[in-house]
């Protein structure tokens, strides 16, 4: 069966502090992977999907970047947070038309 | 105008009552459509694929109508325990559109 991973839960980073949340997925192959963030009591933003390893798309620019080394593994990185990055940030995959599955997300604040 | 629009609620009905959301779609080309559920600081998780034919399972029936371009959901019997947000997808090739949520509170 599929599951995906993604660490850590929790994380409390200084303003200006580099960032890497890491996200793998075990049981399928080249899945599409998203990357999300939701801030309290609001929807899910689309931060970057990928199709492939190397494919990486960017919804809204901001100071954070994502990058596929392999075709499990999806990486959500930033070199200075900035206290607007603070929020629960998701990663899902997906396979063609089907749904989405999600990690456990990684609750990140900014100080 | 949103690409998915659902109501951002919150409902607040009382335990045992029968409850529908609906979420309007603007693009014609979308290609399957889920209904989640997420709890309070908890990720997303599926409830529910809605099918052209209307589905069901359980308490819950999720229906599509393309030719008006929305999808439903609707609660009978509702219980304390689905209070949470409901969350509207609609999938196109690997374009997941997401709805804002619905807020639901069920009162005992």
């Known amino acids: 069966s599929q599951t995906i991973h993604q660490w850590p839960a929790t994380l409390v980073q200084p303003v200006g502090s580099p960032l890497s949340l890491e996200c793998t997925v075990e049981g399928t192959s080249n899945p599409n992977l998203y990357w999300y963030r939701q801030a309290a009591g609001r929807g899910l933003q689309l931060l970057f999907y990928s199709v492939g390893i190397g494919q990486i798309s960017s919804e809204v620019p901001q100071n954070l970047s994502a990058s596929r080394p392999q075709d499990r593994q999806f990486i959500l990185s930033s070199k200075k947070l900035l206290l607007s990055d603070s929020g629960f940030y998701l990663c899902?995959?997906?396979?063609?038309?089907?749904?989405?599955?999600f990690g456990q997300g990684t609750r990140l604040t900014v100080v | 105008r949103k690409e998915v629009e659902q109501d951002p609620g919150p409902f607040n009905v009382p335990e045992g009552a029968t409850v529908a959301f609906n979420c309007t779609y603007s693009?014609?080309?979308?290609?399957?459509f889920f209904w989640y559920r997420q709890d309070c600081r908890k990720e997303p998780k599926l409830l529910m694929s809605v099918y052209s034919s209307g589905n069901e399972d359980g308490r819950f029936t999720a229906q599509l109508n393309r030719a008006s371009q929305y999808i439903s959901l609707l609660i009978r019997d509702s219980k304390l325990s689905d209070s949470a947000t409901y969350l509207c997808v609609v999938n196109i090739a690997y374009q997941l559109i997401w709805g804002a949520g619905t807020k639901l509170i069920i009162k005992p």
């Open positions: 899902a995959w997906s396979v063609l038309s089907t749904e989405a599955f």
């Open positions: 693009n014609s080309a979308s290609q399957s």
